[in-house]
């Protein structure tokens, strides 16, 4: 195997590492975070940093002017 290889095996690991974790999580604490420019700001769990929904305009506004 070469090293391309190596590094995506362990990208792969670590993916189904985070998932498992995700999907344990319980998500009691989330954070409005921008997410990128085709998603734009979400709640965010903040342990586990699962996208968990969308914020209202007011949610959005308040987050907006901190």
Same mark, same amino acid.
């Given at each position: ?27 009691? /604490? $989330?954070?409005? @975070? !921008? &997410?990128?420019? /085709? $998603?734009?700001? @979400? !709640? &965010? ?22």
């Amino acid at each position: 195997m070469g090293k391309a290889d190596n590094l995506l095996n362990k990208i792969s690991k670590y993916q189904r590492e985070l998932k498992v974790l995700q999907d344990n999580c319980i998500h009691t /604490e $989330k954070d409005i @975070r !921008f &997410v990128d420019y /085709e $998603k734009g700001v @979400r !709640f &965010v769990c903040r342990d586990c940093k699962l996208v968990l929904g969308w914020p209202s305009n007011k949610e959005v506004g308040k987050w907006a002017s901190k």
